[in-house]
Nanobody
Framework: EAQLVESGGGLVQAGGSLRLSCAASGFTLDDYAIGWFRQAPGKEREGVSCISSNHGTTYYAPSVKGRFTISTDNAKNTVYLQISSLKSEDTAVYYC?????????????????????WGRGTQVTVSS
């Protein structure tokens, strides 16, 4: 059974950093793209970043570009999201999700309906 488990969230002061992890089991990251999404209280879930495991191509939402870095360790079947220079508006539940791309270019990386598997999320709270 395919499963994604996020970890690494917590309470951090504004300007601080965290590293979120997304551990995959039941499938390998090869041929998959992994996306990170977040949902703040009272807001819709939004795409934050995505990485294509085959190509290493990365994608970022404009609001996080330059502050967040996505990476993958295929040997560990894990994707990471380094989040830095945190702001109060980064407070949200962060989810990772996987979609099969078969080595092709990722299209519409932030479109939730394109993703096959989802984790349960990890809470990130930024205090000002």
């Amino acid at each position: 059974e395919a499963q994604l488990v996020e970890s690494g969230g917590g309470l951090v002061q504004a300007g601080g950093s965290l590293r979120l992890s997304c551990a995959a089991s039941g499938f390998t990251l090869d041929d998959y793209a992994i996306g990170w999404f977040r949902q703040a209280p009272g807001k819709e879930r939004e795409g934050v970043s995505c990485i294509s495991s085959n190509h290493g191509t990365t994608y970022y939402a404009p609001s996080v570009k330059g502050r967040f870095t996505i990476s993958t360790d295929n040997a560990k079947n894990t994707v990471y999201l380094q989040i830095s220079s945190l702001k109060s508006e980064d407070t949200a539940v962060y989810y990772c999700a996987a979609r099969f791309v078969g080595g092709l270019t990722v299209v519409a990386w932030a479109s939730e309906i394109e993703y096959d598997y989802w984790g349960r999320g990890t809470q990130v709270t930024v205090s000002s």
